[in-house]
């Protein structure tokens, strides 16, 4: 276990692999790190540039960009490449083009001999997920996608700006798909232990009114940004970290990822954003939230969204 050593393989490095790649190397999590593109000199610049940031990095990390058989030594293998969301397009809009792309790249990785852990950010990430899940024949619990993660901490920012209150304060969870149908759990909701809708009352300047356009703009976030910036991959990125870091120290740590039901929640043949106990071996535990009925309504809705679209698309595989 000494000589053990912790390898990442990053596939894709656009905003999303290469923020996350340097975000990564901030924190010190992996000591192997590998960029995998298909425009390689874009791959082999970005791991020049993060080498010339390591004596600045917290420990040291071995970077260099490589190709698919580089994945079979990897722990982790991200994938983060696909077809990017355009501004007014749903992430369920790149569900057809992404899925032919991710047969690909599933079909490359397994050649390499991999058997760690598959962690995909690529959207519609609830439904590439299940198709890396079918693609590779690999465990489920050893297939994650980044699910409503990112959704999550925009809650948790957003009510902890709204109540002044530190952002890791804030519990909370956005469930479902990491999309327009997602929902936030009310019910489970507190600051310190108290309800959040508690936290409205008798307090100047607060009201129940305002939480519905906090969950609002966390649901629209994405759309928000792309029309600013033309992408979103800062938050998604460190999300990504936190979950890597959570995988390789076997934190058992709770986070919301894209995970597949099998009579949880009352569903099953599914990935889709839940709370999930993750350690080293990939997914321990679904956590089941006590769900209120119009929570529970709303999450079989976004099931059956996530079902009637992959049923056209995966068929074809």
């Known amino acids: ?34 960029l995998i593109d298909l425009n390689a000199h874009k791959a082999e610049g970005d791991a020049m540039d993060l080498n010339h940031g390591l004596p600045f990095a917290p420990s040291y990390t071995k970077i260099w960009y490589g190709d698919y058989s580089e994945c079979g030594k990897a722990d982790i293998v991200v994938i983060t490449a696909g077809a990017n969301q355009k501004p007014a397009e749903t992430r369920l809009d790149l569900v057809e083009k992404n899925t032919k792309i991710f047969k690909g790249i599933v079909e490359q990785i397994l050649a390499s001999g991999f058997d760690g852990i598959f962690l995909v950010a690529t959207n519609p990430v609830d439904i590439l997920t299940y198709a890396v899940w079918k693609f590779s024949g690999f465990p489920k619990e050893r297939v994650i996608g980044s699910g409503t993660i990112l959704d999550t901490a925009r809650f948790r920012f957003l009510l902890g700006d709204y109540f002044n209150v530190d952002t890791r304060n804030v519990h909370a969870y956005i469930i ?142």
Do not use: C
């Open 176 to 317: 479902g798909e990491h999309g327009d149908t997602e929902l936030p759990v009310w019910s489970n909701a507190n600051i310190a232990g108290t309800p959040i809708t508690e936290w409205t009352k008798n307090r100047e300047g607060y009201s129940r009114g305002d939480l519905n356009q906090i969950f609002l703009n966390v649901r629209d976030a994405a759309y928000h940004i792309i029309e600013r910036k033309g992408a979103t991959y800062y938050g998604i990125a460190m999300g990504l970290v936190r979950l890597t870091k959570a995988l390789l120290e076997n934190e058992n740590s709770v986070l919301t990822v894209s995970a597949y039901l099998n009579g949880e929640y009352g569903h099953d043949d599914i990935y889709i954003g839940v709370p999930a106990i993750v350690n080293r071996n990939g997914i321990k535990q679904i956590v089941e939230l006590d769900l209120n009925d119009q929570e529970k309504e709303k999450f079989a809705g976004s099931v059956q969204v996530l079902k009637n679209t992959m049923e056209t698309v995966l068929k074809k595989y």
């Open 1 to 34: 276990m000494l000589n053990r050593v912790n390898r990442v393989a990053v596939i894709g490095t656009g905003f999303v692999g290469s923020s996350y790649a340097f975000a990564l190397l901030n924190q010190g999590i992996a000591e192997e790190l590998v």
